[in-house]
């Protein structure tokens, strides 16, 4: 399922304006991503992300709100949990303890 789309003509996007501007946790690579699914999960959308940043594949993606510094819900609607236009942190998961 392609969240993130390219070079789609205008007529056979989904919800076109939903955009994105994402920086990787060290704020060197960042992303802006337009035609964006928001009916797709979050963490779809943050594994889709660290792939067109080059960012490891090894290693499993989430989304940080970068005005609300909360976690996004990876199995929830990213559009149900950000407005578009939004800058996210496309963080790794870590489970510490």
Known sequence: ????????????????????HANDVTGTVSLDARDIQPSAPAGMIAEAMASRMQLPSNVPWMLRSDRTGAF???????????????????????HLG
């Open 1 to 20: 399922m392609n969240v993130i789309a390219k070079d789609t003509p205008e007529t056979e996007r989904e919800d076109a304006d939903f955009r994105l």
């Open 72 to 94: 996004l819900e990876e199995d929830q609607p990213i559009g149900d949990q950000i407005e578009t236009g939004s800058r996210v942190v496309v963080t790794p998961k870590t």
